[in-house]
């Protein structure tokens, strides 16, 4: 198979776990599962988003990583490579525009995570809940500082990307994911021993069984789960590129996929009990703003409070880096291996023109909504950006991606790759059958079903 002798692969088969997981964990552990389960009704949605987890993305997952290793690739050209001749290319190129997307608002929340550091290690944020929502809101109003720092955040990610110190991902990702692990255990514990956990946790674990004929709650727990696994737009086709014939995909695919699920339950074990610690708190109300208000108050509960929030903020920083970067490398490589721009260019270009989208949601919580004078919508810029990507596009990549391997490249060629020096699968006619019908049809039937509910 064609392939540009100066791609590089892993370092080794860890490595290239570490660098997926790094990709997997971030933002979207942290900050979207807790947000979207207060939003999606507590209990119901972690149920959903389990199931989505287990029966669509594990399977869609390995098969990302198979098209990755057969073609050593970007998206575009693997579709391309795969089924030569065809609009196929096009599932890869909705890859890169949904990359793009993501990052734009991805980039802001993370420009809000590094402010977070000084906020909680400069004792800012502390007090009544009232002044620390008060506090958060009128932060993100303020345009000019927001919008830097989704700029020193975008600048970050190109300067990695432009290193191309793959390496670079690994060796920060072997330090940083176990530090994580054990400080949310930590915040756990805490959480779960306020008064007034125990509320919060039955909202969590106890499913409301009348949401689960709630078509919007579906939607949001599979858009959910495609986010936080990073899956549906390339990036891991992107890295299972790297993947030398040797690396195993289906251990590493349950490796990924069990410690990305891990950290967003965790995530949810620190903020509803927690949460439900403060008066008058409402899960469903505070929006993108949720663990902005309620960890700098658990940090207040904790002897060196100040100390704890700032390294969580500063972890937390450094996950949503290892998935920038993961964010960036698809369209950038896809100029770089299609187009054969100069790595250099296609950072530059692409960096720019998601700095340019991403100033709308770095602007929308203050005076300047763009979207309140238009009748019928009701959000901000950035939370719609993030309803559209990752509701819309990245399933619509995943039922692609699915229907591509399942259908067309074929589950007996694809298997064949899996399989080639594998010496564990879990189940090959199991993965077939879900691949070929059951992921399918479970993303058509969601999209079709949220569609219905709007109009
Ligand atoms: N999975 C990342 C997170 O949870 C976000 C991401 C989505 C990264 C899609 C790459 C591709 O924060």
Redesign the pocket.
Known sequence: MASTPDRGTWGSRSGFILAASG???????IW?FPTQVGQGGGGAFVLVYLVCIFLICFPILVAELAIGRRTHQSPVLSFATLRPGTAWWLAGALGVLTGVG?LSF?SVIAGWTVAYIWFTASATVTGEPEAIEKFFSEFTANGPSTVGLTFVVLLTTAGVILGGVRSGIERVTKVLMPAFIVLLVVLAVRALTLPGAAVGLAYYLRPDLTRLFDANVFNAALGQAF????LG?G?MITYGSYLDRRDGIANSAVWIVLLDTSIALLAGFIIFPAGFSIDGFNPNSSGPGLIFTVLPQLFSTLPGGQLFGMTFFVLLAMAALT?TI??LEVPVSHFVDARHWPRPKAVGVVTLVVFTLAVPSALGNGEINFLTSIPGIDTDFLTLMATVWNNFALPMGGLLTALFVGWVWRVDHALEELLAHEAWFPNTALWGFLIRWICPLAILSIIIGTVYSMV
């Not at 990709?23 to 552990?29: I, P, Q, W, Y």
Request: glycine share 16%; hydrophobic share 45%; charged share 0%.
């Open positions: 990709s997997a964990v971030g933002l979207g552990n979207g993501i991805y986010f936080s696994l990073s737009m990036a998935s993961s964010l």
